[in-house]
């Protein structure tokens, strides 16, 4: 079995900034992408931003230039730096994974989710 758990979430003045982590834990024989979605009251869940094993990062245009994402693959961990932060920012956070297990099943796995509030 695979487990993400999330950290980094809270309440936060438009402007400031917040960095969520997600570590990756469990029956993981190689991670190749990791990433985070979000999800707002009443709207579906979108992509925020992704990073391959070959360090390829995607971002959703509204967030370009204000997040960051990393990943430090020996703790099998992904970071989210989110800087300059608006009211429309506040959604619950996923982290998002696909994976090969040790029994070299390819899967995606979600993480738990964690809130983002951006106060105006």
């Known amino acids: 079995q695979v487990q993400l758990v999330e950290s980094g979430g809270g309440l936060v003045q438009a402007g400031g900034s917040l960095r969520l982590s997600c570590a990756a834990s469990?029956?993981?024989?190689?991670?190749?992408?990791m990433g985070w979605y979000r999800q707002a009251p009443g709207k579906q869940r979108e992509l925020v931003a992704t990073i391959t094993s070959g360090a390829n990062i995607n971002y959703a245009d509204s967030v370009k230039g204000r997040f960051s994402i990393s990943r430090d693959n020996a703790k099998n961990t992904v970071y989210l730096q989110m800087n300059s932060l608006k009211p429309e920012d506040t959604a619950v956070y996923y982290c998002?994974?696909?994976?090969?297990?040790?029994?070299?099943?390819?899967?995606?796995?979600w993480g738990q989710g964690t809130q983002v509030t951006v106060s105006s």
């Open positions: 998002n994974t696909v994976l090969t297990t040790t029994s070299r099943s390819t899967l995606r796995y």
């Open positions: 469990g029956s993981i024989f190689s991670i190749n992408t």
